[in-house]
Nanobody, 120 residues
Framework: QVQLVESGGGLVQAGGSLRLSCSAS????????MAWYRQSPGEKRELVAS???????NYADSVKDRFTISRDNAKNTVYLQMSSLKPEDTAVYYC??????????????WGKGTLVTVSS
C-alpha cells in the first residue's frame, strides 16, 4: 500500500530553520510528482512547493527564497528545507504524491502531516 510519512516538524523561533522529510513507500517514486502542502487552523490546505519527476520546482509566493524543495529518488524521499521562518508559517505540513506514469496516473496520495510551529 502507498504510505507517505513526514518528519522533521517542531517548534522553532522566528528566523530559524527546519528541514522536513517525507519518506514514500508503495509507489515507484521516480514516477511521481511530489509536493508539500500546509494547513493552518481555520484555513484551507495550500500548496507550498512542488517538484516534478524531472526536478522542476514551483513555490508559493509566500515562501519563495526561503524554502527549497528537493528529492532523492534513490532514497524515495522528498525534502523541504525551510529558512527564515515566520510565525505565519505555522501549520501542519503534508506530503503529497501524484503518479504521472503507469496505471495510477492521476491518483493523489497524502501523508498524515507534521506540525511546524514558529514562535515570535
Amino acid at each position: 500500500q502507498v504510505q507517505l510519512v513526514e518528519s522533521g516538524g517542531g517548534l522553532v523561533q522566528a528566523g530559524g530553520s527546519l528541514r522536513l522529510s517525507c519518506s514514500a513507500s508503495g509507489i515507484i517514486f521516480r514516477f511521481n510528482a511530489m509536493a508539500w502542502y500546509r494547513q493552518s487552523p481555520g484555513e484551507k490546505r495550500e500548496l507550498v512547493a512542488s517538484i516534478s519527476r524531472g526536478g522542476s520546482t514551483n513555490y508559493a509566493d509566500s515562501v519563495k527564497d526561503r524554502f527549497t524543495i528537493s528529492r532523492d529518488n534513490a532514497k524515495n524521499t522528498v525534502y523541504l528545507q525551510m529558512s527564515s521562518l515566520k510565525p505565519e508559517d505555522t501549520a501542519v505540513y503534508y506530503c503529497n504524491a501524484r503518479p504521472r506514469l503507469g496505471p495510477n496516473d492521476g491518483m493523489d496520495y497524502w501523508g498524515k502531516g507534521t506540525l511546524v510551529t514558529v514562535s515570535s
